[in-house]
Nanobody
Framework: QVQLVESGGGLVQAGGSLRLSCVSS????????MGWYRQAPGKEREWVAI???????KYTDSVQGRFTVSRDNAKNTVDLQMNRLKPEDSAVYYC???????????????WGQGTQVTVSS
């Protein structure tokens, strides 16, 4: 079983920055994709940013140009740099990984426990 642990959430004023970090208990070299989702109160969980094992990145439209996702396979981490934050970015942010398991030759989805980001206006 893979564990993902997030850190770096908190309270910030609109226009400010935060950096989220997620560390995996297992090597991420077998991770097809890693990234971040978020869920605001009363809303469904939504995809925010993804980075593939080839380093390709994708962002949801609302964060394009403000957020940057990166991964470090040597440290087993995936980070999310969030700049020019807006109140509507407030949510619980979840780390995500899609990894191949050689034990059963299948892909598995893993999630962190979430970290709260609150942006005040």
């Amino acid at each position: 079983q893979v564990q993902l642990v997030e850190s770096g959430g908190g309270l910030v004023q609109a226009g400010g920055s935060l950096r989220l970090s997620c560390v995996s208990s297992k090597s991420v070299t077998s991770a097809i994709a890693m990234g971040w989702y978020r869920q605001a109160p009363g809303k469904e969980r939504e995809w925010v940013a993804i980075i593939t094992n080839g380093g390709n990145t994708k962002y949801t439209d609302s964060v394009q140009g403000r957020f940057t996702v990166s991964r470090d396979n040597a440290k087993n981490t995936v980070d999310l740099q969030m700049n020019r934050l807006k109140p509507e970015d407030s949510a619980v942010y979840y780390c995500y990984s899609n990894m191949f398991s050689y034990s059963d030759d299948r892909l598995h989805d893993y999630w962190g426990q979430g970290t709260q980001v609150t942006v005040s206006s």
